[in-house]
């Protein structure tokens, strides 16, 4: 069942804001429904249900795009008038992509991995639009360039934060800031999970302008 989001409420109001519009988030992160609502208008948020399995060979930019893609498509069919957001993020070290650790032993990896290292975050997003059945997409890369990091710090960080579901095991809106050197790219909340300077273009391209 989808739920209403509204700025600084659980549910929505539909007398304080009447976008042309209805507004869907195809995710179920706490993390990017609480970048969407910064923005302060009404949304709705729909579990997608979609199969995260990368495929063989497949570009970590390609797999991102693919599954935010997917992840709107999925959720279109139960919102025929609405404005459909998904988005995915791709953590990429080198040639290794790095997935939420899902606990401590998987976190602590990937930090030592990550130590002086840069990490790029590809992020991707969708807006479909049911009426016209069609959609835009956008890629916005994040380069985070770790500092060196020692087992003390790295200990440290896991026991206050413990980010097992954040990919590359460092949440840069919280704690996981003081292991960051530099970051480098075009929109911070990018990092976190949803760009919303390309999503606001995306939407306004679509008729809805959020102021």
């Known amino acids: 069942m989808p739920v209403a989001i509204g700025p600084d409420q659980d549910i929505a109001d539909p007398t ?7 507004l869907v988030l195809a995710s179920t992160s706490p993390y990017r429904k609480a970048l969407l609502a910064r923005l302060g208008i009404p949304f709705l948020v729909e579990r997608p249900d979609v199969d ?27 919102f025929p008038s609405g404005l459909i957001i998904g988005s995915d993020q791709v953590a990429l070290l080198e040639n290794e992509i790095l997935d939420k650790p899902g606990n401590a032993e998987n976190a602590k990896r990937q930090l030592q991995k990550a130590s002086g290292k840069t990490v790029v975050f590809h992020t991707a997003l969708c807006v479909y639009d049911g009426q016209h059945r069609n959609y835009s997409t956008r890629v916005v890369p994040v380069e985070v360039r770790f500092r060196k990091l020692d087992e003390r710090t790295i200990d440290a960080y896991l026991s206050r934060e413990q980010p097992y579901d954040c990919a590359a095991s460092a949440k840069a809106e919280s704690l996981g800031i003081a292991l960051i050197e530099r970051i480098t790219g075009d929109d911070p909340n990018a990092l976190i999970g949803l760009p919303l300077i390309a999503l606001i273009d995306l939407l306004a391209e679509r008729g809805f302008n959020v102021l």
């Open 52 to 78: 995260e399995t990368r495929l063989p060979g497949e570009d970590p930019k390609d797999l991102a795009l693919r599954l935010a893609v997917a992840k709107a498509v999925a959720v279109s069919p139960r």
């Open 16 to 22: 304080s804001r009447k976008p042309t519009l209805q």
